[in-house]
């Protein structure tokens, strides 16, 4: 199992800044999963973490918008950068083994 | 993307009764997974169900898998209010690689 401790649990933001989300995890994993859910809507995979190399991003996200950091195997960081209000959502970060994902508890971004 | 869909979107019940909800999905997979949120917060694990197998139980809970519909269906029995929550479908098409969820069904269990 694992434990996911993220934040901020939830922020308002002014639109055209930018908003750091740490995820810690309590035991090494290789790769990490940030997700988008939107209101009212499913998850969608915005880009997989993996420590000591670039992340990976799903079509439609690039990494000038969500820059993500992973400088050790328990820890990793999304950005959203320059934000609009369409980029209020619930954030979420995961870890993946072959049976089952953990997740964080989300973080609830509201941009005015 | 969204690998599959699930109906209905929407489901409300009664204490006591039962709740299915089905979810398809388009590609091969390995395994089927379902997840409940609750309020908008993080995910947590109910059940996994594997490409070879046919139907599984746990607790309360009756999944089965038809691969060759390529769909899946979660029971949920005698349903109580903390049962309140949206329930998502999500593929694993290469063990341990990554999720694909479904839409989701939110269910509502009125006491």
């Known amino acids: 199992s694992a434990v996911i401790s993220q934040k901020p649990s939830r922020d308002i933001c002014q639109r055209g800044t930018s908003l750091t989300i740490q995820c810690q995890v309590d035991s090494q994993v290789t790769m990490m999963f940030w997700y988008r859910q939107q209101p009212g809507q499913s998850l969608t995979l915005i880009a997989t973490?993996?420590?000591?190399?670039?992340?990976?991003?799903e079509s439609g996200f690039v990494i000038d918008k969500f820059p993500i950091s992973r400088p050790n195997l328990t820890f990793s960081t999304l950005t959203v950068s320059n934000m609009s209000p369409e980029d209020s959502s619930i954030y979420l970060c995961s870890v993946y083994t072959p049976t089952e994902a953990f997740f964080g508890q989300g973080t609830r971004l509201t941009v005015v | 993307s969204q690998q599959g869909e699930e109906d209905p979107q929407a489901l409300s019940i009664q204490e006591g009764e039962n709740a299915t909800m089905n979810c398809s999905y388009k590609?091969?997979?390995?395994?089927l997974q379902w997840y409940r949120q609750n309020s908008g917060r993080g995910l947590v694990h109910l059940i996994l169900?594997?490409?070879?197998?046919r139907e599984k139980h746990s607790g309360r809970l009756r999944v089965t898998l038809d691969t060759s519909k390529k769909s899946s269906s979660l029971l949920i029995t005698a349903s109580r209010a903390a049962d309140t929550a949206s329930y998502f479908c999500a593929t694993d098409r290469s063990a341990g690689n990554k999720l694909t969820f479904g839409g989701g069904t939110r269910v509502l269990v009125k006491p």
């Open positions: 973490a993996n420590q000591g190399s670039e992340a990976t991003y």
């Open positions: 169900i594997r490409s070879n197998e």
């Open positions: 590609t091969s997979i390995n395994n």
